[in-house]
């Protein structure tokens, strides 16, 4: 195989994804990074393989879960490190109908890998004081992947065998045509940026929308261990007495700042699940990058093809980043046509600076 010389900017979720499927297509990797990365470390990691509030399976579950499973496990060997943890996810239920949803579902043969069927322990799920109105049902093969673990130790495996720039990458330094930026020459400049991608200057029309998330992290001795509970906001066991309160939600709002509306939001949200008062230990805000069509936009830059984009993860960015990082790269280093869901050339539209 051809090596080639790739610049990935950006080393959040996306970045260290699609720099791991590049090298191992035994491609050149050098990255930069300005480390203000607001969503990958924001992020509770959490990989549900159902979209509750239709009560389906989430987009193309069934190739991307055991891809990023087996890609997780993968990279904790390579690491040393654990960051992958398997927890099962306790929905409550918020009405009769959700419920009757779940109970027609659960002996479909499509969904038979990701729901328990629901028992009578279930229906009647009383542990901690937990409000349970209408009964609660658990996702088999959910997991989440501690997003602080998994970005520092990818990072320092990254400096350890890459060329590692940590730095903002200088837009008006780029030869646009050649590839080359500081008077390296690459074979292609791939843009992982997540929602800054909106500053860039050859994609900054796409569609990718800055969809602000807040997130607690709250001290308790009364909630589960062993289970992320889930209604209106999902509450994960991080460690020992901590959980992360998560997420909510604001459109088109491109700042960080953690907000007392956000808070009291996540507070209010919570006390669907139980009356206690959490002590909060943390408060931080990050901001997803969206898309309308809540399809990733990836490949090449139309007039520049050098130039190529990896955005668009969205609220899912940690189950489908693995699988289509090498979707990615076998099209970058093998010529293999993206699915058109996930193409750039779906958006007629590219800036032509
Ligand atoms: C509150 C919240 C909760 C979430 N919870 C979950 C969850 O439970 N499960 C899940 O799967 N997903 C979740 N997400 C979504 C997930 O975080 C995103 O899908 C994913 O992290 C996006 O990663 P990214 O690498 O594309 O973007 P980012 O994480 O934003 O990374 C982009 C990187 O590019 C760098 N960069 C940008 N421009 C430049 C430049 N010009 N020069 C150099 N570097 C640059 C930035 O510094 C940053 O490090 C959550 C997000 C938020 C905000």
């Known amino acids: 195989m051809n090596q080639q010389h790739y610049l990935i900017v950006g080393a959040g979720l996306s970045g260290i994804c699609v720099a ?3 090298m191992s297509k035994n491609q050149r990797v050098s990255i930069i990074d300005s480390n203000e990365n607001k969503s990958s470390i924001v992020a509770a990691g959490l990989i549900n393989p159902l979209v509750f509030r239709r009560m389906a399976k989430s987009w193309r579950v069934d190739e991307l879960l055991p891809y990023a499973q087996d890609f997780y496990r993968k990279l904790e060997q390579k690491t040393a490190q654990e960051f992958y943890h398997e927890i099962v996810i306790r929905r409550f239920f918020s009405s009769e109908q959700e419920r009757g949803f779940w109970e027609k579902k659960q002996t479909e043969d499509e969904y038979l890998d990701y729901m328990f069927p629901l ?12 409000k349970n109105d209408y009964g609660s049902a658990r996702v088999k093969q959910s997991a989440w992947v501690n997003a602080s673990v998994f970005l520092s130790e ?3 495996e990254l400096k350890a065998i890459c060329t590692f720039f940590s ?8 030869d646009t045509e050649k590839a080359v930026y500081k008077g390296i020459a690459y074979d292609g400049i791939i843009f992982c940026e997540g929602y800054m991608a909106q500053f860039n200057p050859w994609f900054g029309d796409l569609p990718i929308q800055s969809t602000k998330g807040e997130v607690l992290t709250i001290h308790s001795t009364d909630l589960p261990m062993n289970e992320s509970i889930n209604r209106k906001c999902f509450v994960l066991p991080i460690s020992s007495s901590t959980y992360k309160v998560g997420s909510t939600y604001k459109w088109e709002t491109p700042d960080t700042i953690p907000t007392e509306e956000g808070k009291q939001e996540l507070i209010d949200h ?15 805000a990050g901001i997803r990058p969206t898309t309308l069509d809540r399809r990733p936009i990836i490949g090449r830059h ?18 489908i980043a693995p699988l289509l990082s090498k979707e990615f790269a076998d099209y970058l280093v093998d010529d293999q046509p993206l699915l058109r869901e996930i193409d750039i050339q779906r958006i007629k539209k590219n800036s032509s600076q």
């Open 154 to 156: 990818m990072h320092e």
């Open 20 to 22: 791991e499927q590049l």
């Open 270 to 284: 919570f006390h669907y699940l139980s009356d206690i008062e959490p002590k909060i230990l943390e408060h931080d």
């Open 167 to 174: 730095e903002k990458f200088d837009y008006s330094l780029l």
């Open 302 to 319: 139309e007039l520049f093809p050098k130039l190529s984009i990896f955005n668009g993860m969205g609220a899912k960015g940690y189950l």
């Open 119 to 130: 028992t009578e322990e279930d229906k009647n799920y009383s542990e901690f004081n937990l």
